[in-house]
């Protein structure tokens, strides 16, 4: 069994900060890129930063300058700090990770259940 599990989400007003965290636990042989993904009511799941084992990272463009996404020596824990938050930064924001499982040969996509982010005054 492989388990992303979330936490740090909140309540906070606009111009705050939060870290969220994800940590990846389980029967792990392996873990490639992680990253974070949000999803508003009403709206399409989207990418929001990822980041690779080369430490190769991707954000998207409504979150360039305020958030900051990062992992452990280990690897196996990703972090997002989220600065100048902004009302439309409100979402569900969950954690994502490409892990090969002892059982598996190859990688599967895994994800967290979700943690909640509302920026609000």
């Known amino acids: 069994q492989v388990q992303l599990v979330e936490s740090g989400g909140g309540l906070v007003q606009p111009g705050g900060s939060l870290r969220l965290s994800c940590a990846a636990s389980?029967?792990?042989?392996?873990?490639?890129?992680m990253g974070w993904y949000r999803q508003a009511p009403g709206k399409e799941r989207e990418l929001v930063a990822t980041?690779?084992?080369?430490?190769?990272?991707n954000y998207a463009d409504s979150v360039k300058g305020r958030f900051t996404i990062s992992r452990d020596g280990g690897k196996n824990t990703v972090y997002l700090q989220m600065n100048s938050l902004m009302p439309e930064d409100t979402a569900v924001y969950s954690c994502h990770g490409q892990i090969r499982p002892y059982w598996h040969s190859v990688f599967h996509d895994y994800w967290g259940p979700g943690t909640q982010v509302t920026v609000s005054s």
């Open positions: 389980g029967s792990i042989f392996s873990i490639g890129a």
């Open positions: 980041m690779t084992t080369g430490d190769s990272i």
